[in-house]
């Protein structure tokens, strides 16, 4: 496929547009990471323009991480001014997860598709579980996990993060919290450590990918750089309108929702790679 603006690659950077509008409006509504859309969604996609099912997840997980990056920043952005990061905890988080999702990143270019297609399912079903149980209101004050403990987590945050293309948000609020971390610190300080997650697994996407050819010009290791541009640009500006609707509609109600779409979004694209 030539890049060039074609009427079919017209089409294809439309379709991709949109899907950053949905991803964005969810995240900006749910407060929830756009992977759980974005790999599904890519891999049908993809599958549609002619991507190999033995790469295509791979391909979807790196063009979904490098998406991250430009969400994560701006998320990252407002809890800072909302002084919710707890930053001494993200320089200790982030220590072990750049390395377990860089790590990961060269697992997941050695694994099958339909492999890592199930882990994802599996993952998103975790996922769904989580938004249909009640968080607790109040936590108990714990001491804080030493230095030692914080970056062992990290690595396995960060390489969990990795095999399904998250900013980790479903793992790191729920480990802080646990902890005693306020809630709201949690979600600050989880924001910003996704982009060391996004970053690290940006890199080992495309240093793995290098070596793999696909017939899609605008490809870089296993990032499609249209998608990226696509969703990255329409998912800032619906964003806000979906935090915007967050106070109006019955979020508790949507995430229930959301979750069970997370899950047959994960179970098509299993069927699809099958």
């Not at 707890?86 to 050695?110: D, E, M, Q, R, Y």
Request: include cysteine; glycine fraction near 12%; charge should be positive.
């Amino acid at each position: 496929m030539d890049f060039t603006f074609s009427s079919e690659m017209t089409t294809w950077l439309m379709l991709f547009a949109l899907l950053g509008c949905v991803v964005g409006f969810f995240a900006g509504l749910l407060g929830v990471g756009g992977g759980g859309i974005m790999v599904p969604m890519l891999t049908t996609l993809f599958l549609a323009q002619g991507v190999p099912a033995e790469r295509v997840v791979h391909l979807a997980l790196g063009t979904s991480m490098a998406c991250i990056i430009f969400t994560s920043i701006a998320s990252l952005g407002a809890h800072h001014r909302n002084k919710a990061v707890i930053w001494p905890l993200v320089s200790k988080l982030s220590i072990g997860v750049i390395g377990g999702t860089f790590a990961a990143t060269f697992i997941a270019a050695s694994v099958n598709s339909t492999y890592l297609a199930i882990f994802f399912a599996a993952f998103m079903t975790y996922v769904a579980v989580g938004m249909f149980s009640k968080s607790k209101s109040m936590q108990e004050a714990k001491p804080l996990p030493s230095n030692g403990q914080l970056v062992a987590a990290g690595g396995g945050i960060g390489a969990i993060s990795a095999l399904v293309s998250i900013g980790g948000g479903s793992l790191t609020v729920p480990y802080l919290s646990a902890r005693g971390i306020d809630i709201k610190k949690a979600i600050g300080t989880s924001a910003a450590v996704g982009l060391p997650i996004a970053l690290a697994g940006t890199i080992g996407y495309l240093l793995n990918g290098l070596q793999v050819s696909y017939e899609q010009a605008g490809v870089v290791g296993f990032i499609y750089l249209p998608a990226v541009v696509c969703i990255a640009i329409t998912s800032f500006f619906t964003a806000p309108l979906g935090a915007k609707l967050a106070h109006a509609l019955p979020v508790a109600t949507l995430k229930k929702v959301f979750a069970l779409v997370l899950v047959l979004l994960a179970l098509k694209m299993l069927v699809s790679v099958i």
